[in-house]
């Protein structure tokens, strides 16, 4: 199983940025491809973007602003966010992905980072 710490949301305007990370402890994390998940209120959680070893993958809703790494090294996966928009406002999670879901029986979900983008 995996352990998961989300961190970096905040409070940012209309076309702001921000970079959120994503620290893994546990299994060997680069076995994992990993994705970045996002659950808005009263919404169901949903893709954000995912990344592999050898490409990236994302919603069409963030495709262009958003940008997805990881560093194998430092077990830390990141999602870079620019021209953030009003309806980005979530909390995110990260957790190893299987297509554009989340892998099942992975570990626990972490804590999340909050997003809150104002207009």
């Known amino acids: 199983q995996v352990q998961l710490v989300e961190s970096g949301g905040g409070q940012v305007q209309a076309g702001g940025s921000l970079r959120l990370s994503c620290a893994a402890a546990?299994?060997?994390?680069?076995?994992?491809?990993m994705g970045w998940f996002r659950q808005a209120p009263g919404k169901e959680r949903e893709f954000v973007a995912r990344?592999?070893?050898?490409?990236?993958d994302y919603a069409d809703s963030v495709k262009g602003r958003f940008t997805i790494s990881r560093d194998n090294v430092k077990n830390m996966l990141y999602l870079q966010m620019n021209s953030l928009k009003p309806e980005d406002t979530a909390v995110y999670y990260c957790?190893?992905?299987?297509?554009?879901?989340?892998?099942?029986?992975?570990?626990?979900w972490g804590q999340g980072t909050q997003v809150t983008v104002s207009s």
């Open positions: 957790a190893p992905s299987s297509g554009t879901s989340w892998l099942e029986g992975f570990g626990s």
């Open positions: 546990g299994r060997a994390f680069n076995i994992y491809a």
């Open positions: 990344i592999s070893r050898n490409w990236t």
